[in-house]
């Protein structure tokens, strides 16, 4: 995941190891990051800066949204994405699948300020494929978030042409999704080919970045889609105050960091255009 170098950091203790049906869990206790949980060897998310993800892979879609009263989040097992949707006022309804029971539970017993999403009284969860679930529910979402892991082993399905093309049947008209996509410093194939899939299934979608110090590069980004044709990523339809942020316990999304996650790098727009 970092080419040619490596990153590290001290671990306290080992929490828990085991091996699901789908991958292998690993939570740690760490000197600096707090606790961290990596599946295949991938960090998902660690403590000192979950929020980053978590927030902007929820609010950029829902605040693009003019009503999203009805969410699907597929992934998500560690309850931070179903946290900060149910912030969201306009939220009414939120349904999330996870493939892996195994996440959830370990996340329950040692992620509890992630997995404290799981509580809201919004959410029903199920244990089940994404990719199955769509299949049976057409036209019923008005935002449908994918945070999976990387497209190596149980997500990389999720990734591909036709899961996009489900997601646009299982959503309302005007629609939106994000998907998590990758980094445009190492991954920038994958950023390319997720956006063209994207672009291909609905006719509005970008990529808007965010800053996770603990990821590859400690860059990554989303790639979001809308089936209203006049949707302006970059001009959220909800905006919240300095006192809103504060009220929804926000850490990094605001609405000019919303504004802002739209400007790419001239590089990154170079490729994406091509
Ligand atoms: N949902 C976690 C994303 C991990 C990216 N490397």
Same mark, same amino acid.
């Given at each position: 995941?970092?080419?040619?170098?490596?990153?590290?950091?001290?671990?306290?203790?080992?929490?828990?190891?085991?091996?699901?049906?789908?991958?292998?869990?690993?939570?740690?206790?760490?000197?600096?990051?707090?606790?961290?949980?990596?599946?295949?060897?991938?960090?998902?998310?660690?403590?000192?800066?979950?929020?980053?993800?978590?927030?902007?892979?929820?609010?950029?879609?829902?605040?693009?949204?003019?009503?999203?009263?009805?969410?699907?989040?597929?992934?998500?097992?560690?309850?931070?994405?179903?946290?900060?949707?149910?912030?969201?006022?306009?939220?009414?309804?939120?349904?999330?699948?996870?493939?892996?029971?195994?996440?959830?539970?370990?996340?329950?017993?040692?992620?509890?300020?992630?997995?404290?999403?799981?509580?809201?009284?919004?959410?029903?969860?199920?244990?089940?494929?994404?990719?199955?679930?769509?299949?049976?529910?057409?036209?019923?979402?008005?935002?449908?978030?994918?945070?999976?892991?990387?497209?190596?082993?149980?997500?990389?399905?999720?990734?591909?042409?036709?899961?996009?093309?489900? @997601?646009?049947?299982?959503?309302?008209?005007?629609?939106?999704?994000?998907?998590?996509?990758?980094?445009?410093?190492?991954?920038?194939?994958?950023?390319?080919?997720?956006?063209?899939?994207?672009?291909?299934?609905?006719?509005?979608?970008?990529?808007?970045?965010?800053?996770?110090?603990?990821?590859?590069?400690?860059?990554?980004?989303?790639?979001?889609?809308?089936?209203?044709?006049?949707?302006?990523?970059?001009?959220?339809?909800?905006?919240?105050?300095?006192?809103?942020?504060?009220? @929804?316990?926000?850490?990094?999304?605001?609405?000019?960091?919303?504004?802002?996650?739209?400007?790419?790098?001239?590089?990154?727009?170079?490729?994406?255009?091509?």
């Amino acid at each position: 995941m970092w080419p040619g170098g490596t990153f590290s950091f001290e671990v306290k203790e080992v929490l828990h190891k085991e091996k699901s049906k789908y991958q292998d869990i690993l939570v740690l206790d760490t000197t600096s990051l707090g606790r961290v949980l990596v599946l295949d060897g991938i960090i998902q998310c660690t403590q000192k800066d979950e929020f980053s993800y978590q927030e902007m892979i929820s609010f950029l879609p829902l605040c693009c949204h003019k009503n999203p009263e009805k969410v699907l989040i597929v992934g998500g097992g560690d309850g931070g994405v179903a946290r900060e949707v149910a912030k969201h006022p306009l939220v009414k309804e939120i349904v999330q699948v996870e493939i892996d029971d195994k996440v959830i539970e370990v996340s329950k017993k040692y992620l509890p300020f992630m997995a404290v999403g799981f509580e809201s009284k919004k959410l029903k969860l199920h244990v089940g494929d994404g990719f199955e679930f769509m299949k049976n529910h057409s036209q019923e979402f008005d935002v449908i978030i994918t945070d999976s892991s990387d497209p190596v082993g149980p997500a990389v399905s999720l990734f591909q042409e036709n899961y996009f093309a489900l @997601m646009k049947s299982a959503l309302k008209p005007n629609g939106i999704v994000c998907s998590q996509a990758g980094t445009y410093w190492y991954s920038m194939d994958l950023v390319s080919s997720t956006l063209k899939i994207c672009k291909n299934q609905f006719p509005k979608a970008a990529y808007a970045t965010t800053s996770v110090p603990t990821y590859p590069s400690g860059q990554i980004g989303f790639v979001i889609g809308s089936l209203d044709s006049d949707v302006q990523f970059d001009k959220p339809t909800l905006t919240f105050s300095r006192q809103d942020e504060l009220s @929804m316990n926000l850490r990094y999304y605001s609405t000019d960091v919303h504004k802002a996650a739209f400007a790419l790098p001239t590089f990154v727009k170079n490729e994406l255009e091509k």
